[in-house]
């Protein structure tokens, strides 16, 4: 009986499916509804199982250099990943640029005319009394591109004092979204995914440095899993999800 069971245990075992990995993904903010869909799309077509951490790149590339347990990290700013990959946090090889998007000027009032950002005086006279929603000018991507677009279009000088900081663009996207600021700096995607804000301006893409989200693989937690997600997001239903958000394909 002893040898029965045991030959019933082993086969149990055997036939055992074989657990799929938790994946850990780094991704900033503004990827949110896009990455939402795609994640959930890899775990249907895998079985792996996705957990995304968003934040603003910043806050995520220090986590990482601290040892956060991140197996994936896309960022929204070429420079903190350079930062990573400089510190030997990335798997080599696994770089690459995946998608580029587009900044805005975003207003939650259905009926706003479109502002001028050519004419120095017409942002200052529609903002108000309110402020400028923005994503951290001096850390966060969005915030920094936002900042270089004001300066080179001679527009920071007026509204400095009025910019609103927030932590990562999505909660900028947010002070907007619920009238909370009148306009805010934030990417075409975040316009896409809130329908209380629309686009009263797009900024000149030669007024800021070109937007590009890299993707890569943290160094400490290279394997299978990682990989296939990395490939899952360079697939034809991966793009069609971003292009949908109004993300711009470079696809790594």
Do not use: C
Request: hydrophobic share 55%; charged share 15%; net charge negative.
């Amino acid at each position: 009986m002893r040898t029965v069971a045991l030959l019933l245990a082993m086969l149990g075992l055997m036939a055992a499916p074989v657990r799929a990995d938790d994946l850990v993904v780094f991704a900033a903010a503004s990827l949110k509804t896009a990455l939402d869909e795609v994640a959930a799309g890899f775990t249907k077509a895998t079985g792996h199982r996705v957990a995304v951490s968003y934040a603003g790149s910043s806050q995520l590339a220090r986590q990482i250099s601290l040892g956060a347990p991140a197996d994936v990290f896309l960022s929204a700013n070429p420079g903190w990943m350079d930062v990573l990959e400089a510190d030997g946090h990335l798997v080599p090889g696994t770089r690459a640029d995946l998608l580029g998007s587009r900044l805005v000027l975003v207003s939650n009032d259905a009926a706003a005319e479109p502002v001028d950002l050519m004419d120095p005086a017409d942002l200052a006279a529609r903002l108000g009394t309110g402020h400028l929603a923005m994503a951290l000018i001096e850390a966060v991507p969005a915030g920094i591109y936002g900042r270089a677009a004001l300066v080179d279009l001679g527009l920071w000088a007026q509204v400095e004092a009025r910019v609103a900081q927030s932590d990562n663009v999505r909660a900028a996207l947010a002070l907007v979204a619920t009238g909370a600021a009148p306009l805010g700096v934030v990417y075409a995607t975040d316009a896409i995914a809130e329908p209380r804000v629309q686009v009263v301006a797009t900024f000149p893409a030669d007024s800021h440095p070109p937007i590009v989200y890299p993707v890569a693989v943290v160094e400490a937690r290279d394997g299978p899993g990682p990989r296939a997600f990395l490939d899952h997001l360079r697939t034809p239903a991966a793009r069609e999800v971003f292009e949908a958000q109004g993300f711009i394909w470079l696809g790594g």
